[in-house]
């Protein structure tokens, strides 16, 4: 059986970058992470942070140094969830809000890796997660 345990994100600091996507998310960071590795747990699966030597930050959306990935946050409100990640560090790269509120906004964190604030019409959050509206 296969399961995914951990997504792993190389960085210069762990515990800054751990503290910056701790207060993003609202869950606190591992008991035991240290300079070298420090996580934060999501039910099964750990959003991982390892110090890297020469660690070289992506530049999105240039390809000479790509992204390589980026976490997507639903949220409820673009415009508090905004103003929120701005004052934690994060930095506002482009913006594709419709004019009726909905779509997605690109950040990268303090340290360049991107990530996106996303409201899609119809989802409804619960205790288990978001549940997404049926197709048509």
């Not at 951990?6 to 503290?19: E, G, N, Q, S, V």
């Not at 699966?45 to 030597?53: H, K, P």
């Amino acid at each position: 059986m296969l399961r995914l345990t951990d997504f792993i994100i190389d960085c210069p600091d762990t515990m800054k970058l751990a503290d910056f996507y701790s207060e993003v998310t609202g869950r606190p960071i591992k008991e035991g992470s240290s300079e070298d590795w420090a996580g934060i747990q999501f039910g099964e699966i750990e959003l991982a942070f390892i110090r890297v030597d020469d660690y070289r930050a992506p530049q999105w959306p240039d390809s000479e140094h790509p992204k390589q990935f980026h976490l997507d946050f639903e949220v409820d409100e673009i415009e508090s969830e905004q103003r929120r990640v701005l004052d934690l560090g994060a930095t506002l790269r482009q913006d594709f809000i419709g004019p009726n509120g909905y779509g997605w906004q690109v950040y990268t964190d303090p340290i360049g890796h991107p990530f996106c604030l996303c409201r899609n019409k119809g989802v409804i959050w619960t205790d288990q997660g978001p549940i997404w509206p049926k197709r048509d």
